[in-house]
């Protein structure tokens, strides 16, 4: 059975010019002028190549106009770099498919490759810490504060009055969107608590972990 031929492109051109200078952007447009310009392995450009010449010059010369902060020139200057953006974005579509995933091909056209797009794996976070347990300002208050971790995107923070004997009366948990301090008010005064802590990242929550008990004053 024959192989069926893929159509998708896996070369792409880097195209996004944002917050790329007005001189780098000229410069772009015109290595993949001359890339292009009588090139036979690109010999159907989607655009004139002598007008999008010509764009870029005039794209070249309002650069000029421009440095002396004119705002009739800049608006000018802005406006035809749109102009040229949407033919140099053409034209690297068109390098992207007609050079058939041949990356010497490609290069032949003056555009320059995209970096791929690598994502890393999510980490499965490691147990959660307090970096500290404090009195608060006021009495009955507690200031806790989660340590820092790569990867959580919250914490939570559950305590619990301990009893006579040592059992724990109902606990309460408290959810921290960032590893900073927050007070916990209202607490027993010379009660003892028990507190925990756990850490949620993309790969959901880690154990309880890191019990402390603390005396409330």
């Avoid at 015109?30 to 009588?38: A, D, E, F, K, V």
């Avoid at 032949?108 to 797009?117: D, I, L, R």
């Avoid at 890393?120 to 009495?139: C, H, M, Q, Y």
Wanted: some cysteine; charged content about 20%; aromatic content about 8%.
């Amino acid at each position: 059975m024959k192989k069926a031929n893929s159509t998708a492109t896996q070369i792409k051109a880097k195209l996004g010019l944002h917050g790329v200078s007005d001189p780098d952007a000229a410069k772009a447009f015109m290595t993949s002028y001359q890339g292009l310009l009588n090139n036979p392995k690109f010999p159907s450009s989607p655009v004139d190549l002598a007008i999008y010449k010509s764009g870029i010059d005039q794209f070249a010369a309002l650069i000029i106009d421009a440095e002396d902060g004119g705002k009739k020139a800049i608006s000018a200057k802005n406006k035809q770099r749109v102009a040229v953006i949407k033919m140099y974005t053409q034209l690297g579509h068109y390098a992207e498919a007609a050079c058939n995933d041949d990356l010497a091909t490609f290069i032949t056209s003056g555009f320059t490759q995209q970096a791929p797009n690598i994502r890393t794996a999510p980490v499965k976070l490691t147990e959660a810490k307090f970096r500290s347990i404090d009195r608060g300002a006021n009495s009955g208050d507690v200031v806790v504060l989660p340590e820092k971790q790569t990867g959580a995107v919250a914490f939570d923070v559950r305590y619990a009055l301990q009893g006579a004997g040592g059992a724990l009366g109902p606990s309460t948990i408290v959810t921290v969107t960032k590893a900073e301090k927050v007070t916990i008010s209202g607490l027993t005064l010379a009660g003892i608590y028990q507190f925990q802590i756990r850490a949620l990242g993309v790969l959901g929550y880690t154990d309880w972990m890191d019990t402390k008990t603390f005396v409330v004053a």
